[in-house]
T-cell receptor, first 112, second 111 residues
Framework: KAGVTQTPRYLIKTRGQQVTLSCSPI?????VSWYQQTPGQGLQFLFE???????NKGNFPGRFSGRQFSNSRSEMNVSTLELGDSALYLC???????????FGSGTRLTVV | ELKVEQNPLFLSMQEGKNYTIYCNYS?????LYWYRQDPGKSLESLFV?????AVKQEGRLMASLDTKARLSTLHITAAVHDLSATYFC???????????FGTGTSLTVIP
């Protein structure tokens, strides 16, 4: 059974650019969550999607957005990148939430 | 906002010893999760605790949940080097889809 797949694994961007990260959940999983992990702030919740609808959003600026497609694949977008956006971005999927999530390997974003 | 505290933040222990990691959280929740993260890797699910008094064991690790005390523990028995990793607890506010993570406990097991 394939796990949660995130692409790309590594990304280097310049301040002011925008970036799109992709996440393919485990087959049959309909809930996809995104988290940002940094040494200073730890793991912070970005947003969660279920059946193409955003159910929850964390305390991040509007530059961070996401969406989910009908096949449950999800993307997150960060516009006008700042140095502080450098982080490991983790995607996680679950059938419906509540039973715990399976995490992907993450996308390491470096903003220079 | 729900706050999750773990202690200790860093733990260095000898092989064969026992120790406990504590996870306290600030508001009512019946759901608590433990994850392991190796350096440069993603999070691996260890335990899902969904009710007061829940206890789960896997190998040398045992997790428990006391929702009245808002406390979960991860007990390590007879530690081995392979257990060296960072351990996170996570709590959700009974929605099941938004986790609040603890700060993590970096565990090093010394031969």
């Amino acid at each position: 059974k394939a796990g949660v797949t995130q692409t790309p694994r590594y990304l280097i961007k310049t301040r002011g650019q925008q970036v799109t990260l992709s996440c393919s959940p485990i087959s049959g999983h309909r809930s996809v969550s995104w988290y940002q992990q940094t040494p200073g702030q730890g793991l912070q919740f970005l947003f969660e999607y279920f059946s193409e609808t955003q159910r929850n959003k964390g305390n991040f600026p509007g530059r961070f957005s996401g969406r989910q497609f009908s096949n449950s694949r999800s993307e997150m977008n960060v516009s006008t990148l700042e140095l502080g956006d450098s982080a490991l971005y983790l995607c996680a999927s679950s059938y419906s939430g509540g039973q715990g999530y399976t995490f992907g390997s993450g996308t390491r974003l470096t903003v220079v | 906002e729900l706050k999750v505290e773990q202690n200790p933040l860093f733990l260095s222990m000898q092989e064969g010893k026992n120790y406990t990691i504590y996870c306290n959280y600030s508001t009512t929740s019946d759901r608590l999760y433990w994850y392991r993260q190796d350096p440069g890797k993603s999070l691996e699910s260890l335990f899902v605790l969904l009710s007061n008094g829940a206890v789960k064991q896997e190998g040398r690790l045992m997790a428990s949940l006391d929702t009245k005390a808002r406390l979960s523990t991860l007990h390590i028995t007879a530690a081995v080097h392979d257990l060296s990793a960072t351990y996170f607890c996570a709590v959700d506010q009974n929605t099941g889809n938004q986790f609040y993570f603890g700060t993590g406990t970096s565990l090093t097991v010394i031969p």
